[in-house]
């Protein structure tokens, strides 16, 4: 009696960048049969993702807890209890609640948050605010850096955290105040570093 081939999995490897920040720091990603298995710096590229949150992608990608679908509340707020729902369904109640708060109490009654630290929001997100009506829009980097800006504004008159990086070769002299880059940012410590040796020579 014949047997079955053994069919060998398919092993790949691919690369791209890490999705955890907006630094876009290089991994190498192992899959098996098509589905992710292992995240690693990719070590062939100029910013290899060094630091722990590279790993932690698998998590994000395929944790057991991970909500893939719409799920409403069934029960009391606090009881646990959810039921699935259609996207279709999800958007239309979400649409009807949110036309209510706005006949009821004006379209500033919304703040809608998103995007991340590397700019002003998703670009989607302003322009359904701007639609919408309302100017409360708040973003990762509002969320996490305005008191970092208006401090540096009020203190010596400009912002100098976001947007302003050392050029190798260029920049004679980088200040990190009570930024602490090698931890804060990988990538930045890593161009920082052999401008501080020049500096120093």
């Not at 092993?11 to 992710?36: M, Y």
């Not at 995240?39 to 944790?63: E, L, S, V, W």
């Not at 699935?84 to 999800?90: H, M, P, S």
């Not at 239309?92 to 991340?116: C, F, N, Q, Y």
Request: net charge positive; proline share 7%.
């Amino acid at each position: 009696m014949a047997t079955a081939p053994t069919i060998e999995p398919k092993v790949e490897t691919k690369r791209g960048t890490c999705p955890i920040c907006g630094v876009g720091c290089f991994v190498e990603t192992k899959l098996i049969d098509g589905k992710p298995v292992s995240i690693k710096p990719d070590r062939t590229a100029g910013f290899p993702a060094d630091c722990p949150r590279a790993g932690q992608a698998m998590d994000y990608y395929d944790h057991r807890e991970r909500v893939n679908y719409p799920m409403k509340r069934v029960g009391k707020r606090g009881e646990g209890k959810w039921q699935r729902i259609t996207w279709d369904q999800a958007l239309d109640e979400i649409a009807d609640k949110l036309k209510e708060l706005r006949d009821r109490h004006g379209p500033e009654t919304v703040l809608t948050m998103g995007g991340s630290y590397k700019g002003a929001g998703d670009a989607s997100c302003w322009r359904w605010s701007n639609l919408w009506g309302t100017p409360n829009i708040l973003y990762q980097g509002k969320n996490c850096g305005e008191a970092e800006l208006l401090s540096e504004w009020a203190v010596y008159g400009d912002q100098s955290a976001i947007g302003n990086a050392p050029v190798p070769g260029v920049t004679k002299c980088y200040v990190l105040w009570g930024s602490a880059g090698p931890w804060r940012s990988p990538a930045s410590a890593r161009t920082s570093r052999p401008i501080s040796r020049r500096a120093a020579s």
